[in-house]
Structures are given as structure tokens and as C-alpha cells.
């Protein structure tokens, strides 16, 4: 049962251009929802998170938007830059102190 | 900045070996996870611990696995008898406290079962 959804495995976007990371959540409980990056062969590292009384949240190039009616958040990232190439986990909790759904993720490629 | 840390970074064990895999989380949180992500696959959820107990578990987290804060400042994952299907990067996460808080998670150990 998947609760949390990236369908996109993989993304390719030139330096530069704005990246659009997708996910898309069913269960309605959730309250939070997170994003975290990923490098090979190291921990998720924290990048933005919403709760569900926003619909956006901005930090530097980071903005994650909420559609609470569609069940789908979106991660935008502008300028993207080589260093920002790693997969992008989106994850969601509902309640205090549970724990957080991941979804597959996907492969963010910025190519210079 | 404060981080997780985990070790040993790598382990190799046999099959039917117990394996302890360690964490400190950061100090002054509250809430402890272990997570584990088998290779090319995502990252799953195992349990999560708070107030000296299990606060909840996933039906992976089964009577082979243990959780153990024993001096206040590690956090352990137990593996009593190790299958291959054990083989993943284990991570260990830590949050400050509930609600609308993220989770900090540490390097990972990879846990090869031989």
C-alpha cells in the first residue's frame, strides 16, 4: 500500500532552470510532510517541510507547495545547480511523534 | 552543528550472526527512529522509540529485532539472528520533539549478511 507517491523515478533539468519535484500522498490523515535529499552511500539530509494549515513554504531556492484537495506537494528548485543532483525523498506523518512515510523517490539530474 | 551519528559505517556478518547496530542521536531530543533501505528499493520505516519504550513498530520489526537506549546518550539496534533478506543501509534518525518537526537522520550503517 503506498501511501506516498513519486511517480517520477528519475528528472533531468539544465543549471539553471527551475526543477519540479512531484508526490502525491492518499491518506488524508497526514499533517506534515517533508523533503529530504539523498547521496549515495549517506543519510537523508532535511530540506523543507510544510504542515497542512499552509499551502506553500519557502526557503532560498527551496518552495514546497501543498494542495490539500488533490493530495499533492511539489518541490520546486530555482536556480538548480549541479550540487543539487542526488534523489529527492518526499515524506509525510500525521499525529505527534509518528514516524514518517517515505515515498520511492526520485533521481534529480542537473545537467551544466 | 549537532548530527547523528551511526557506526560502525559498514558490517559483515554471517547468516544466523547477531549484529548490534549503534547510535548517538542528538542530545536534548526526544524521539528515536531506525529506518532501513534495502538497495534500490525505499526507505522503510522499522520502529520508533520515545520515553524509554516502543511507541510504534512496523510489521517488519519482528521478534528478531530489539531496541535499546541503555546509558541515556546510545540508541541500538539489535538483529538477533541475521537472514540475507537483513542486508540493507540501516539509518538512524532523532527529532526534537512532536508535531510539525523534522527528523535528523545519521550516515547509516550497511549491514551485509553473508
Known amino acids: 500500500d503506498q501511501q506516498v507517491k513519486q511517480n517520477s523515478p528519475s528528472l533531468s533539468v539544465q543549471e539553471g532552470r527551475i526543477s519540479i519535484l512531484n508526490c502525491d500522498y492518499t491518506n488524508s490523515m497526514f499533517d506534515y510532510f517533508l523533503w529530504y535529499k539523498k547521496y549515495p552511500a549517506e543519510g537523508p539530509t532535511f530540506l523543507i517541510s510544510i504542515s497542512s494549515i499552509k499551502d506553500k513554504n519557502e526557503d532560498g531556492r527551496f518552495t514546497v507547495f501543498l494542495n490539500k484537495s488533490a493530495k499533492h506537494l511539489s518541490l520546486h528548485i530555482v536556480p538548480s545547480q549541479p550540487g543539487d543532483s542526488a534523489v529527492y525523498f518526499c515524506a509525510a506523518s500525521y499525529g505527534y511523534g509518528q514516524n514518517f512515510v517515505f515515498g520511492p523517490g526520485t533521481r534529480l539530474s542537473v545537467l551544466p | 552543528e549537532p548530527e547523528v551519528t551511526q557506526t560502525p559505517s559498514h558490517q559483515v556478518t554471517q547468516m544466523g550472526q547477531e549484529v548490534i547496530l549503534r547510535c548517538v542521536p542528538i542530545?536534548?531530543?526526544?524521539?528515536f527512529y531506525w529506518y532501513r533501505q534495502i538497495l534500490g528499493q525505499k526507505v522503510e520505516f522499522l520502529v520508533s522509540f520515545y520515553n524509554n519504550e516502543i511507541s510504534e513498530k512496523s510489521e517488519i520489526f519482528d521478534d528478531q529485532f530489539s531496541v535499546e537506549r541503555p546509558d541515556g546518550s546510545n540508541f541500538t539496534l539489535k538483529i538477533r539472528s541475521t537472514k540475507l533478506e537483513d542486508s540493507a543501509m540501516y539509518f538512524c534518525?532523532?527529532?526534537?520533539?512532536?508535531?510539525?518537526?523534522?527528523?535528523?537522520f545519521g550516515q547509516g550503517t550497511r549491514l551485509t549478511v553473508v
Open positions: 542530545s536534548n531530543h526526544l524521539y
Open positions: 534518525a532523532s527529532r526534537a520533539g512532536q508535531g510539525f518537526t523534522e527528523a535528523f
